[in-house]
């Protein structure tokens, strides 16, 4: 009996052992991995005060990269007749000016495209917060040492060379929001971060109003003063949950570009570079053209370089406030219509604001009242920012918004060289007209665009 007692005890503690062994040495059930469209539970938040420091930091970040980001854009812009001609040698209203004025702008929409595709892959694979560090610091430095440039081919390559930072910057800070704040608040995101471009060219108009005394390549000094933020985001801004989630759930086997031309997603890819390439040539022809066409209107002929440099920097005020108002007017018909409807009535309407302006000879006093008609219809690009990310699953969001919105600046580039080679010299309003009806195949093409599919239903894209 002694002996039977003792036996049952020895297999009692085996078995416990055993079972202990057995439950550590078996695989373990993975952890559970957070929704990618989690976003720290922002979709049930519905007051500003709900939001927490992670969401405020990655708001804040992305405001600012935009801002700079026009900051840094529009500054050549700006001086770019005058600058390009100092280079050159030779009179502003030589030929030779318009052309490689808009040689070097081709080249920075180039970059810009370039930029988009190389660091929304980078944004996807390294992560939000670190490509947007990455992008401020790159067209922050090269915007700087546009003040050394002595020929104009230094200065298309600094500008090059910009650009790559400005087209990542745009894609990543429009993921990271997207990701961290609440989706049914896209539309006024969008608005608020498209402000951010605006209020950027604001500051560097009147960078370029303060120092319009000065010689025009000091301007592009202005243009360091981004890099000071990126300390800050690399100390304070998280890496997104979805982004942490997607790329555990992928593991090793992440997707490639090529992804963009496969399966469902094709169609969305292939539709939205056409809306972009589009309406993008049509606005950047505007962008740059309409400052050209001012400084050479006929009653401002006898006016002073500094006369015409504060006209210019007067008129891109009124353009940038009214832009302000077109975002939330863009905002406000996303909201009500959706995306694609209001793309396709917003492309619609800076066609016939564009075309109602340059159709006819006009003064630099009538400009006052037509230029805000075509900056409230450049809202449309503010739609973009929050509409596209969501539609490409998140290992490809970076790389999917950068590359289609960017192959549109690609277009952009060419448009803008294109239409500067049949423009009269020192008259750019035919330019203009022209480049007005590519907003017409615009429209027509957004009304085949997809909504975003997490705003369509609760199923979120493939990941």
Not at 115 to 135: C, E, Q, V
Not at 298 to 321: G, K, P, Y
Request: charged fraction near 15%; glycine fraction near 8%; charge should be positive.
């Amino acid at each position: 009996m002694l002996l039977a007692r003792r036996f049952r005890k020895k297999s009692l503690r085996l078995a416990l052992a055993f079972m202990k062994t057995s439950q550590f040495s078996s695989p373990a059930a993975p952890p559970p991995v957070p929704s990618p469209d989690s976003s720290h539970g922002s979709q049930d938040i519905t007051r500003l005060q709900d939001l927490s420091g992670e969401q405020w930091k990655s708001g804040i970040a992305a405001w600012l990269g935009w801002l700079f980001d026009g900051l840094d854009m529009h500054l050549y812009t700006l001086v770019a007749a005058p600058f390009v001609a100092q280079l050159l040698d030779v009179g502003v209203k030589d030929s030779a000016v318009g052309w490689y004025s808009s040689v070097i702008q081709a080249s920075f929409l180039v970059g810009w495209a370039l930029g988009g595709g190389f660091f929304g892959r980078i944004g996807d694979r390294m992560g939000r917060s670190r490509a947007l560090m990455l992008t401020i610091l790159t067209y922050a430095l090269f915007t700087g040492l546009s003040f050394f440039a002595t020929t104009w081919w230094h200065l298309l390559i600094f500008r090059f060379l910009a650009a790559l930072g400005i087209g990542g910057e745009w894609a990543v800070g429009a993921a990271l929001l997207s990701e961290t704040w609440p989706r049914s608040w896209r539309p006024w995101l969008a608005a608020v971060l498209q402000t951010a471009v605006n209020v950027g060219i604001l500051v560097a108009s009147l960078a370029f109003y303060l120092m319009s005394g000065l010689p025009n390549r000091y301007v592009f000094l202005v243009g360091i003063m981004p890099a000071l933020i990126t300390l800050w985001i690399r100390r304070a801004v998280p890496e997104t949950e979805q982004w942490h989630a997607a790329k555990q759930a992928q593991g090793h086997e992440e997707p490639s570009i090529w992804d963009l031309f496969r399966g469902d997603v094709r169609r969305t890819t292939l539709f939205t570079i056409l809306v972009c390439s589009l309406a993008l040539t049509a606005h950047w022809a505007f962008n740059f053209w309409s400052i050209q066409h001012l400084r050479n209107l006929s009653d401002v002929a006898d006016w002073t370089d500094a006369a015409r440099n504060e006209l210019v920097s007067q008129a891109f005020a009124v353009i940038m406030v009214s832009s302000i108002v077109g975002n939330f007017l863009a905002a406000a018909l996303a909201r009500r219509m959706g995306y694609r409807l209001s793309i396709s009535l917003l492309c619609a309407a800076y066609f016939v604001s564009m075309t109602f302006t340059y159709s006819v000879p006009r003064t630099h006093e009538e400009m006052w009242f037509l230029l805000p008609l075509m900056g409230a219809a450049s809202g449309l690009f503010a739609l973009f920012t929050m509409y596209m990310p969501p539609l490409f699953p998140t290992l490809l969001r970076t790389t999917g918004a950068g590359f289609c919105y960017n192959i549109g600046r690609i277009a952009a580039a060419a448009g803008t060289v294109f239409f500067g080679l049949f423009s009269k010299v020192g008259d750019y309003r035919l330019v203009l007209l022209y480049a007005g009806f590519l907003f017409l195949p615009a429209a027509a093409a957004a009304l085949f665009l997809p909504e975003p599919p997490d705003e369509r239903s609760s199923v979120a894209p493939v990941e």
